[in-house]
């Protein structure tokens, strides 16, 4: 009688099992946000102004008259003497003289290239040699080309100043011929320049100062503290931008332009989700050294939602199913898979849970149903899109034996190789997407009366990272930018 009531506590076993339910415990949860490092910065700043508005503006402050001379010299043709043979006889003696006249300047034209700002203004001198000797006059004119070179810079509280070297050709000398002598007055006229060299030192930095360069940097300096977005969805991301120092860089002439190269250092920091809080504002602190022009660094979040990854999963074990199961110890089972659920769990892995039902087919009785949960490290190489897994293992073993048909089920090579194929994920789409969007976000961005502008030359992208919102893949562009000043 043993035999058969043995038999028969097996069939009820059996019979329990086609109603058995396992579900299998699932592994913590990690829901953090991705943690994205705080990097340094640079943009070249040119702030403009028109050349034209500087010329007039030297026009208004310039005399035309440059200066006047009106001076009695005891000698302005030297004695002349004949020799006899015995001894030299005095002809003409010393003829004194009196000087007048003065000099004026033409139309004021300025110009350059680099950081050379070119000054170019036409002089006429009209001076008299009058009564020379007490009888005769005689009159001169002459003219040259004043070529003044500046070199402006920044001093103080971002104060302009300039150093202005000169130099002149004299198309036509100042001077008078009289008794076969030449009666020259360029030494006369050259004096009188060095003035001129002064006065433009002290006209320029006052024009420049007109043109409120500290009020327009302090309101870049304030306006640089924010926030601009990187990618509008799938996901969200924003970079902000913490203004950290300002280096001149010093002044060049493009064109018709006077522009002022300031290198500006910024903090960066880059946000997915919610546009973060502005960072709070801090003074205009004074000129740094030249920061240099290492371009623009930043950072754009690349993330596959985990829901992206579910439905490719189970796919590819729908996939798998039709090909049919065989497992070792029960031999054929079909098997229907259903809700796949992935998310991040500790140490960096995956968890992936997986809702099945498995059916012995050489035993019938033999069924569960329930949800089985593995986990993975999803892993890629730098400068690669392409994402796959390794270390996929069953979350949680148990004795059972109801439980071990799914234990077996997903131990089988063939149904982790399929969840495996199912995990692994081509960023290329989404990093050629989201890299379009920042750079079209970034190319050309007004902010207040600043324009920003940005192209990105080169694109690297880091080694994958596991997060609370998604796969997470760190994608660092660097190029060139400018901010310009554009009044609206």
Same mark, same amino acid.
């Given at each position: 009688?043993?035999?058969?009531?043995l038999?028969?506590?097996?069939?009820?076993?059996?019979?329990?099992?086609?109603?058995?339910?396992?579900?299998?415990?699932?592994?913590?949860?990690?829901?953090?946000?991705?943690?994205?490092?705080?990097?340094?910065?640079?943009?070249?700043?040119?702030?403009?102004s028109?050349?034209?508005?500087?010329?007039?503006?030297?026009e208004?402050?310039?005399?035309?008259?440059?200066?006047?001379?009106?001076?009695?010299?005891?000698?302005? !043709?030297?004695?002349?003497? !004949?020799?006899?043979?015995?001894?030299?006889l005095?002809?003409?003696?010393n003829?004194?003289?009196?000087?007048?006249?003065d000099?004026r300047? #033409?139309?004021?034209?300025?110009? %350059?290239?680099g950081d050379?700002?070119t000054?170019?203004?036409?002089i006429?001198?009209?001076?008299?040699?009058?009564?020379?000797g007490?009888v005769v006059?005689?009159?001169?004119?002459?003219?040259?080309?004043?070529?003044? !070179?500046?070199?402006?810079?920044?001093?103080? =509280?971002?104060?302009?100043?300039?150093?202005?070297?000169?130099a002149?050709?004299w198309?036509?000398?100042?001077?008078?011929?009289?008794?076969?002598?030449?009666?020259?007055?360029?030494?006369?006229?050259?004096?009188?320049?060095k003035?001129?060299?002064a006065?433009?030192?002290?006209?320029l930095?006052?024009?420049?100062?007109?043109? =409120?360069?500290?009020?327009?940097?302090?309101?870049?300096?304030k @306006?640089?503290?924010t926030?601009?977005?990187?990618?509008?969805?799938?996901?969200?991301?924003?970079?902000?931008?913490?203004?950290?120092?300002?280096?001149?860089?010093?002044?060049?002439?493009?064109?018709?332009?006077?522009?002022?190269?300031l290198?500006?250092?910024?903090?960066?920091e880059?946000?997915?989700?919610?546009?973060p809080?502005?960072?709070?504002?801090?003074?205009?602190?004074?000129?740094?050294?030249a920061?240099?022009?290492r #371009?623009?660094n930043?950072?754009?979040?690349?993330?596959?939602?985990?829901? @992206?990854?579910?439905?490719? !999963?189970?796919?590819?074990?729908?996939?798998?199913?039709?090909?049919?199961?065989?497992?070792?110890?029960?031999?054929?089972?079909?098997?229907t898979f #259903?809700?796949?659920?992935?998310?991040?769990?500790?140490?960096?892995?995956?968890?992936?849970?997986?809702?099945?039902?498995?059916?012995?087919?050489q035993?019938?009785l033999?069924?569960?149903?329930?949800?089985?949960?593995l986990?993975?490290v999803?892993y890629?190489?730098? =400068?690669?899109?392409l994402?796959?897994?390794?270390?996929?293992t069953?979350?949680? =073993?148990?004795?059972?034996?109801?439980?071990?048909?799914?234990?077996?089920?997903?131990k089988?090579t063939?149904?982790?190789?399929?969840?495996?194929?199912?995990?692994?994920?081509?960023?290329?789409?989404?990093?050629?997407?989201?890299?379009?969007?920042?750079?079209?976000?970034? #190319?050309?961005?007004?902010?207040?009366?600043?324009?920003?502008?940005?192209?990105?030359?080169?694109?690297?992208n880091?080694?994958?990272?596991?997060? %609370?919102?998604?796969?997470?893949?760190?994608?660092?562009?660097?190029? @060139?930018a400018?901010?310009?000043?554009?009044?609206?």
């Amino acid at each position: 009688m043993r035999a058969p009531y043995l038999l028969a506590m097996s069939g009820m076993l059996l019979a329990t099992g086609c109603s058995h339910s396992v579900t299998s415990p699932a592994p913590p949860k990690v829901e953090t946000a991705p943690d994205f490092p705080l990097q340094t910065s640079t943009i070249v700043v040119p702030i403009s102004s028109s050349l034209d508005d500087l010329q007039r503006a030297l026009e208004q402050q310039l005399p035309r008259r440059l200066w006047g001379i009106d001076k009695r010299l005891d000698t302005c !043709v030297g004695e002349k003497r !004949v020799d006899l043979g015995i001894a030299r006889l005095k002809v003409v003696p010393n003829l004194g003289c009196r000087i007048v006249g003065d000099v004026r300047r #033409g139309k004021i034209t300025l110009g %350059g290239s680099g950081d050379r700002l070119t000054i170019t203004m036409p002089i006429h001198a009209a001076i008299a040699a009058q009564k020379v000797g007490g009888v005769v006059s005689k009159t001169a004119t002459g003219d040259a080309v004043v070529h003044a !070179v500046a070199r402006l810079s920044i001093v103080g =509280n971002w104060r302009p100043s300039a150093r202005v070297s000169i130099a002149y050709d004299w198309t036509t000398p100042p001077g008078v011929d009289f008794l076969g002598q030449r009666i020259e007055f360029v030494s006369k006229a050259d004096a009188r320049l060095k003035p001129v060299i002064a006065r433009l030192e002290q006209t320029l930095p006052r024009e420049l100062d007109k043109l =409120n360069l500290r009020a327009k940097l302090a309101g870049a300096w304030k @306006q640089g503290f924010t926030s601009i977005m990187l990618n509008r969805e799938r996901p969200p991301a924003w970079m902000r931008i913490t203004p950290k120092r300002i280096g001149f860089g010093g002044y060049r002439i493009q064109r018709r332009n006077l522009e002022l190269l300031l290198s500006a250092e910024a903090y960066t920091e880059t946000f997915v989700g919610d546009r973060p809080a502005d960072p709070a504002v801090t003074p205009l602190p004074p000129p740094a050294a030249a920061i240099g022009q290492r #371009g623009l660094n930043f950072f754009i979040p690349v993330l596959a939602d985990y829901a @992206q990854l579910e439905p490719v !999963v189970r796919r590819a074990l729908l996939k798998r199913a039709q090909k049919g199961i065989t497992l070792a110890g029960v031999g054929p089972v079909d098997v229907t898979f #259903g809700k796949v659920t992935v998310y991040a769990t500790d140490g960096g892995h995956l968890a992936v849970g997986v809702v099945a039902e498995a059916k012995a087919k050489q035993n019938s009785l033999l069924s569960t149903k329930g949800e089985v949960w593995l986990t993975a490290v999803p892993y890629n190489v730098a =400068n690669s899109q392409l994402v796959r897994v390794r270390d996929l293992t069953l979350a949680t =073993n148990t004795d059972n034996s109801i439980t071990n048909l799914l234990v077996a089920l997903f131990k089988d090579t063939s149904i982790r190789d399929s969840i495996a194929q199912g995990l692994t994920h081509d960023f290329a789409p989404d990093y050629a997407k989201v890299l379009a969007s920042a750079r079209k976000a970034i #190319g050309a961005r007004r902010e207040g009366d600043f324009l920003l502008s940005a192209d990105v030359t080169k694109v690297e992208n880091g080694t994958l990272a596991v997060t %609370g919102q998604g796969l997470f893949m760190p994608v660092r562009a660097t190029g @060139q930018a400018t901010i310009a000043y554009r009044p609206r």
